[in-house]
């Protein structure tokens, strides 16, 4: 599989950017994809992941209520809406994907086999 993250760039404090994550994948039915952000100098950390087959998502708590996660079955695409940001949501923000995810640990980025490239979003104050 295949990933292709895409959108990022720089947005004011408050403001909003969207993010895709396109895969290559034709059949994706069991995956989860999921969104990472790894800031400098910090450690790589969860955002938020979609169960592609139920569409159940989950959120780290410190982007509830400001970003939300979407997919695209038919495109196999998959998208972060990201709103009233905030500086500490600066990173290099990665898109990844596996079909063995034990939801238990669906924040542990070693869960997932397959990523993409990443995309900087830097947030001004």
Same mark, same amino acid.
Not at 3 to 8: N, T
Not at 11 to 16: D, H, L, P, T, V
Not at 46 to 65: C, E, Q
């Given at each position: 599989? &295949?990933? &292709?993250?895409? @959108?990022?760039?720089?947005? &004011?404090?408050?403001?909003?950017?969207? *993010?895709?994550?396109? /895969?290559?994948?034709?059949? $994706? !039915?069991?995956?989860?994809?999921?969104?990472?952000?790894?800031? =400098?100098? +910090?450690?790589?950390? $969860?955002?938020?992941?979609?169960?592609?087959? !139920?569409?159940?998502?989950?959120? /780290?708590?410190?982007? +509830?209520?400001?970003?939300?996660? !979407? /997919?695209?079955?038919? +495109?196999?695409?998959?998208?972060? &809406?990201?709103?009233? *940001?905030? =500086?500490?949501?600066?990173?290099?923000?990665?898109?990844? /994907?596996?079909?063995? #995810?034990?939801?238990?640990?669906?924040?542990?980025?070693?869960?997932?086999? $397959?990523? @993409?490239?990443?995309? *900087?979003?830097? #947030?001004?104050?």
């Amino acid at each position: 599989v &295949q990933l &292709q993250a895409s @959108g990022g760039g720089v947005a &004011q404090a408050g403001g909003s950017l969207r *993010l895709s994550c396109a /895969a290559s994948e034709r059949t $994706f !039915s069991r995956w989860i994809m999921a969104w990472f952000r790894q800031a =400098p100098g +910090k450690e790589r950390e $969860f955002v938020a992941a979609i169960d592609w087959n !139920s569409l159940r998502i989950h959120y /780290a708590d410190s982007v +509830k209520g400001r970003f939300t996660v !979407s /997919a695209d079955k038919r +495109k196999n695409t998959m998208f972060l &809406q990201m709103s009233s *940001l905030k =500086p500490e949501d600066t990173a290099v923000y990665y898109c990844a /994907a596996d079909r063995n #995810v034990i939801l238990s640990q669906i924040q542990n980025n070693h869960q997932y086999d $397959f990523w @993409g490239q990443g995309t *900087l979003v830097t #947030v001004s104050s």
